[in-house]
């Protein structure tokens, strides 16, 4: 069965700082990954997938997701984070040829202090 | 492009009384539409998968008789909460998958969140 591992339910940064939120998953099969962003009141949006291309993954707003078969993780980074950043992070794995069953990580909340 | 939206955004209902909550994808076609719910500082638990012209999907442990699912079109599907009760209360998010789109990809609405008094 599919699963995602989110090791961190609250990371804090300061503005400009790196930032580095950590997804590990489990599947019996090579899996289709996502990120997604949630800002309070509002939807979700995609900010990276990996599907069996590149494994260094560019996403919008200068993140990036690095896929390790090796070390099952999928880990979102960026260089430098922004105020605009503050939000709630989701991991997402759906099994391939699925319907597009998406299976969630509990989420990580990334607080940027100035 | 790729635009979900969900009517309404906020349900204030009684308890006994039933709630119908609007998916649209504006700009594309959706095969299909999925449902989800999402209990405070907690993760997106799929609920039913809709696709356009035949009976829902429901995940295990949802009841399809208090959650009814329609999806009558390629760009609306409609989640009913019947009889609902508090414990119903909850954010209640969609997502349209592009047809034909390679990997997967979901748009998702901006959610509703229903308070049952």
């Known amino acids: 069965a599919q699963s995602v591992t989110q090791l961190d339910s609250h990371v804090s940064v300061s503005e400009g700082t790196p930032v580095l939120l950590r997804c590990n998953y489990s599947s019996s099969y090579s899996p289709s990954l996502f990120w997604y962003v949630q800002h309070p009141n509002k939807g979700l949006q995609l900010l990276l997938k990996y599907t069996s291309a590149a494994t260094l993954v560019k996403g919008i707003n200068g993140f990036e997701a690095e896929f390790k078969k090796s070390e099952t993780s999928f880990h979102l980074t960026k260089p430098s984070a922004h105020m605009s950043d503050a939000a709630e992070y989701f991991c997402v794995v759906t099994p391939p040829g699925s319907q597009g069953n998406l299976i969630f990580g509990k989420g990580t909340k990334l607080s940027v202090k100035p | 492009g790729a635009v979900v939206s969900q009517h309404p955004s906020r349900v204030i209902c009684k308890s006994g009384t039933s709630v119908k909550i609007e998916c649209r994808s504006l700009d594309f076609q959706a095969t299909t539409m999925f449902w989800y719910r999402q209990f405070p500082k907690q993760s997106l638990m799929l609920m039913a998968t809709s696709n356009e012209g035949s009976k829902a999907t429901y995940e295990q442990g949802v009841e399809k008789d208090k959650f009814l699912i329609n999806h009558a079109s390629l760009t609306l599907s409609t989640l009913t909460v019947t009889s609902a009760h508090p414990e119903d209360s909850s954010f209640y998010i969609c997502?349209?998958?592009?047809?034909?789109?390679?990997?997967?990809?979901?748009?998702f609405g901006p959610g509703t969140r229903l308070l049952v008094l």
């Open positions: 997502s349209a998958r592009l047809a034909g789109a390679p990997g997967e990809t979901q748009y």
